[in-house]
């Protein structure tokens, strides 16, 4: 059943925790506090299983060990500070802050099958955090999806990369797409990206048209002035608003005027990861 339920929603090491969580004997640790900096968000999860290896990430290592032998002594969930602050005197975080950390031996195995359900269905999740304060529920978002449309290098090393890094990423090139026709059965929802990669850039307007009619999170397109003045005005003639249009990144990507298409697609895909965290801000 784990495998079963891991393959349902995602590629994230929080998702990927709670579906380890859904299994009886494996216990659940969330970050719930967070004094001083911390590469982890609050919310962050680490399931501890019974051989006591875990799955999913709470730091770079210096944590998972401790973690694994607290959750073991434990018959009832414990907020216990870890780091500074903690009266834990032999263990320290390297970053010096401090993090209050829920620790769940038994986590309620049907609210963690019932949020895997829903993030299956890429619906938003919560499950319900007891005996602390500081973070009452967790809530999480369906896993990153890119669709990326074109041809050529850029699209190739956009796919690799994306993969790569566990990201869902389903590429059309022209090979599957049809000139002047949208794609059959396509419709992003809110946590898809959407990347337009081509050169010939006819072959934009009916996808274009189609995601921007869609809650997709973010649309990209490459291209220089000339191909965004031709985009616009003939996303214009087709009958789309100034405010639809707008929703289009143009020129895509963090780093201004890439030069090889390997840089492109690392540019591309850093601003999508990074607008995907950005979610989480509202989650």
């Given amino acids: 059943m784990l495998d079963q339920l891991v393959a349902i929603a ?38 501890v299983l019974p051989d006591g290896s875990t799955i999913g990430s709470l730091s770079d290592g210096c944590l998972e060990a401790q973690l694994a032998a607290d959750i073991r002594e434990l018959s009832k969930p414990a907020l216990i500070r870890y780091g500074a602050g903690s009266d834990t005197i032999d263990f320290r975080l390297p970053c010096g802050g401090g993090l209050d950390i829920l620790l769940e031996p038994a986590p309620g195995r049907s609210a963690c099958r019932e949020a895997m359900t829903r993030l299956g269905r890429r619906v938003p999740a919560s499950i319900a955090l007891p005996e602390n304060e500081l973070l009452a529920e967790r809530r999480y978002l369906p896993s990153l999806r890119i669709a990326a449309f074109g041809e050529g290098p850029e699209l190739e090393y956009l796919s690799a ?90 020129p895509l990507g963090l780093i201004p005027s890439c030069k090889t298409p390997r840089a492109l697609a690392l540019s591309a895909l850093a601003e999508v990861v990074s607008e995907y965290e950005r979610l989480h801000d509202t989650a």
């Fill in 10 to 47: 995602p590629r994230s090491a929080d998702h990927a925790a709670l579906a380890a969580a859904c299994e009886a004997g494996v216990g659940l640790c969330t970050i719930v506090g967070i004094e001083g900096s911390f590469s982890r968000r609050i919310g962050a999860q680490l399931a």
């Fill in 161 to 250: 990369l994306a993969m790569a890094l566990g990201i869902d990423v389903t590429a059309y090139d022209k090979s599957v797409l049809s000139l002047g026709q949208e794609t059959k059965d396509f419709r992003p929802d809110r946590w898809t990206a959407c990347l337009f990669l081509f050169h010939d850039h006819e072959w934009e307007f009916p996808l274009l048209e189609q995601v921007l009619s869609s809650e997709a999170f973010y649309i990209g397109a490459q291209g220089g002035e000339k191909a965004r003045i031709t985009r616009t005005l003939g996303l214009a003639g087709r009958g789309l608003t100034e405010e639809a249009i707008a929703r289009i990144r143009s």
